[in-house]
Nanobody
Framework: QVQLVESGGGLVQAGGSLRLSCAASGSISMMNPIGWYRQAPGKQRELVAG???????NYADAVKGRFTISRDNAKNTVYLQMNSLKPEDTAVYFC?????????WGQGTQVTVSS
């Protein structure tokens, strides 16, 4: 079993920054793919950023150059540093972990960017 707990969300003005954390516990390996998704009201959940097994990172076009994903293997934690936030970044952000054919999700953390 895998547990993912996100934190770090909140209300921020446009242009501001937030850092999200995803603490993973249970039967995990931080070398497995892990990433961040988001879901805005009335929209589908979408990939924001991910780290592959080999450590390669990928980003949605909408966040490239503004968001950075990283992981601390010793702490079993993945981070999402979000800079230059825009109102359209407002969403619930979810941590996602892949273990073979199994997909695990956290409960999500709300990010609200005011204009």
């Amino acid at each position: 079993q895998v547990q993912l707990v996100e934190s770090g969300g909140g209300l921020v003005q446009a242009g501001g920054s937030l850092r999200l954390s995803c603490a993973a516990s249970g039967s995990i390996s931080m070398m497995n793919p892990i990433g961040w998704y988001r879901q805005a009201p009335g929209k589908q959940r979408e990939l924001v950023a991910g780290i592959s097994r080999g450590g390669n990172t990928n980003y949605a076009d909408a966040v490239k150059g503004r968001f950075t994903i990283s992981r601390d293997n010793a702490k079993n934690t993945v981070y999402l540093q979000m800079n230059s936030l825009k109102p359209e970044d407002t969403a619930v952000y979810f941590c996602n972990y892949l273990l073979g054919s199994l997909v695990y999700w956290g409960q999500g953390t709300q990010v609200t960017v005011s204009s």
